[in-house]
């Protein structure tokens, strides 16, 4: 593919647009596993937390479905690590980000400042809980007094209000967890202080923020931008004369074999250097990982609909509760919804796509035994599946563990 001019569209094909795609999501190519932990942070611009821990929390399955069996212990170092290497803030949801990405959320720290509201009023007693964080801090919800009332999960306690709103609005930061609890602190005692004197405008950090979702997506339309960082209509409308301007670098393509809505989009122009080569890796993945978060982008990009099931009524689900995409050969062969007993990872249901191609059972089986082993189990059990598959993937499971 060649390189491109300003402003020059460049045609890919779908499939080219798929290794684009695979490899800026770091599943494609040696160079995805360099530089550990931190750079798949720093590759992907945004890892989505959830509350959710099945065979692992979200965050973790993210890191384990690029660099394989990597230490636990290590993807948390990696995240929460003293002095701050990332922080958590909403991009796409409540993610993981980049340290130096900190001043590219003032657009959004602002609006909620300008709001004074969230999920709930915010309470009189904000300035109490600031001036505790001062003299106290760092601190979690349960310094402060606890996080609910008793009741409902979004029965918050004032403190609990309080902490948030000023998390929101930048007055206080997390950049680490303990026990999955947030730890607040002030955020000039966490955040570097050349960080905290860059001042962006509203332009300047929807600009910078579209460049680092365009280099994270590889290839993606503007909808997946507007997805990515969850921008809301005034911001959308700074995004698209950013695009149009050339301000955020990235370039038109327009991708043939994808919907005409959809066909014109954009790239960063270094994905467009040379041919993604390289082993892809063979893996499933978390469903609020950045690779399958977008159902409409999943479903134009892989031919895969992909949906999570865990908030669905249990009669009414239909590939279950935690649902996981099986990726393989740069393709979503299956999915998977797993559980853990003791030492066995329990394959709870199991579907192949009709499309998955042969070696698709012996790809299923590897993407589980890794799993298992990586979350020290040494058995996996298959509970249900087309009776054929449940034959064949024992025995291809068999062999792999």
Known sequence: MPAPG????????????????????????????????????????????????VLARSHELVAYARLGAVGRAKVERAYWDDPARAFEYWCHAAC??????????????????????????????????????????????ADLGGAKNGGPWWDWSDAKIAIEWLLDTGQVVCTRR??????????ERAVPAHLLAEDLSDAECVTRLTRTAGRALGVATRADLVDFLRL???????????????ATGLVPVRVSGWPERAADAWADPAALEDEPRGRHRTTLLSPFDSLV??????????????????YVPKDKRVHGYFTMPVLSGGRLIGRVDP???????????????????????????????????????????????DPAVTVALSAALAEAL
């Open 293 to 310: 978060w977008d159902r409409p982008r999943t479903s134009r990009v892989f031919g895969f609909d992909h949906r999570l099931e865990a």
């Open 96 to 141: 993981v980000l980049p340290i130096g990405d900190w001043p590219l959320y003032a657009f959004r720290r602002r609006y909620y400042a300008a709001r004074k509201y969230r999920w709930h009023e915010v309470p009189p007693t904000v300035e109490k809980v600031l001036h505790q964080v001062r003299e106290s801090g760092p601190v979690t919800t």
């Open 232 to 246: 809301k209509a005034p911001e959308a409308t700074l995004l698209d004369g950013a695009l149009a301007s050339g």
């Open 6 to 53: 300003p402003l020059m569209t460049v045609a890919l094909s779908a499939d080219e647009a798929r290794r684009i795609i695979l490899r800026a999501q770091g599943f494609l190519g040696a160079d995805a596993r360099r530089g550990g932990v931190p750079a798949v942070l720093r590759r992907l611009g945004a890892v989505q937390l959830d509350t959710i821990s």
């Open 339 to 385: 559980a853990r007993e003791g030492t066995t990872l329990v394959a709870r249901q199991v579907g192949l796509e009709p499309r998955a191609g042969r070696g698709a059972v012996e790809a299923m089986a590897a993407a589980l035994a890794e799993a298992a082993a990586w979350v020290g189990c040494d058995a996996v059990r298959v509970e249900r599946a």
């Open 178 to 187: 303990v026990g999955w609890r947030r730890v607040y602190d002030l955020t």
